[in-house]
């Protein structure tokens, strides 16, 4: 199976330690319930060369099977959503069935 992999871009002298743990409590919580999903924290601090790599406009930045899709925190909600959606769309994908989303737009 395909798998989701997210990563999150910090700035250890920008980001909050609070927004860091509970961005990774969220990831954390979701790996137990789904273990195809990846997911990886790095500091752009320590290595200046991922800002660049992945033009970066502001941390943290949540990039979702190589996509930007939240600056800031998110929402737990939202995060989880996002993930969720990727997940049975992949599901999907393997099993060729098509999601109800993309259903509706090949009507």
Known sequence: MNSVRVEV??????????????????????KGRAPDLEWNVMDITEDPELAVKYKAPMTPAIYIDGKLEFMGYPKRSMLESKIQELRQSKIGQQSGVIPSGQREALS
């Open 9 to 30: 871009l910090i700035a250890s002298c920008c980001t909050p330690l609070d927004v860091q743990k509970r961005i990774v409590s969220i990831l954390q919580e979701m």
